[in-house]
């Protein structure tokens, strides 16, 4: 069975930093675009960053220059560096991978369980 299982998510002042992985657990070939989202209380999820395979990334505009999203491929992983935090960072953050390639096929749109991020003093 394929999964997407977050971790690094905690509690941090504003001004820090967080870095969140996400792994995808199972016999893997391969995964296509791999991205995070966010729910903040009360709010609709929203996208947050995404890497495409062999493309630069993708940020929404809030995020630019705070966070960076990278992969690690070989050990299918992504990682999300969150610095300069802000309250309003507070959210469930979640990863997600368009399409993973696996010893008994494929499984798209896949999600992992989300991680509690809470940005405050």
């Known amino acids: 069975q394929v999964q997407l299982v977050e971790s690094g998510g905690g509690l941090v002042q504003p001004g820090g930093s967080l870095r969140l992985s996400c792994a995808a657990s199972?016999?893997?070939?391969?995964?296509?675009?791999m991205g995070w989202y966010r729910r903040a209380p009360g709010q609709q999820r929203e996208f947050i960053a995404r890497i495409p395979t062999g493309y630069s990334p993708i940020y929404t505009e809030s995020v630019k220059g705070r966070f960076t999203v990278s992969r690690d491929n070989a050990k299918n992983t992504m990682y999300l560096q969150m610095n300069v935090l802000k309250p309003e960072d507070t959210a469930v953050y979640y990863c997600r991978a368009d399409e993973i390639r696996h010893a008994q096929g494929y499984v798209h749109n896949l999600w992992g369980q989300g991680t509690q991020v809470t940005v405050s003093s």
């Open positions: 199972g016999i893997i070939t391969s995964i296509g675009e």
